[in-house]
């Protein structure tokens, strides 16, 4: 009598965990923030802050070296600049705000996601220019 009820609860237990594990399946699901995660998965941006001095002084200068997406390659020539020029501020909004970065962001209904690569000065060895 107590092996069949424990098989009979095991059992149970099993309906229950492989019925919830397909329904967590599923691609429509929703991100902390206002907008909805497509299935399609976001498009990462790296990029490298460089700096812009050739001769080192009492001021530093720094650039954004962006590898661009290969999303934005397709794009027709005004929709590219307005999305690189979005791409730069939100660069420059994580720069200044250490504490707001590593989000997903939306531009025309693309997600992006930045990821910064350190510079060592050694970069341009491979060819990313």
């Known amino acids: 009598m107590k092996k069949t009820t424990l098989s009979a609860i095991h059992l ?6 492989l019925i919830s594990v397909t329904r967590g399946q599923e691609l ?3 991100v ?22 050739p001769v080192p ?3 530093l200068e720094m650039g954004i070296e ?5 999303s934005i390659m397709n ?4 929709q590219k600049e307005e999305t690189l020029d979005i791409i730069y501020k939100r660069v420059a909004f994580e ?10 962001f939306q531009v025309d209904g693309r997600m992006y996601h930045l990821i ?4 060592t000065g050694a970069s341009n060895f491979w060819g990313w220019e």
């Open 66 to 70: 962006l590898i661009y997406p290969q």
């Open 28 to 30: 429509d699901y929703y």
């Open 75 to 78: 794009m027709p020539e005004p």
């Open 12 to 17: 149970l237990i099993v309906i229950i965990t």
């Open 95 to 104: 720069i200044s705000n250490p504490d707001k970065t590593a989000g997903l």
């Open 32 to 53: 902390n923030s206002n907008f909805e995660l497509l299935p399609i998965p976001p498009e990462l941006v790296p990029y490298q802050i460089v700096p812009l001095d």
């Open 116 to 119: 910064r690569i350190p510079y």
């Open 57 to 59: 002084d009492c001021r």
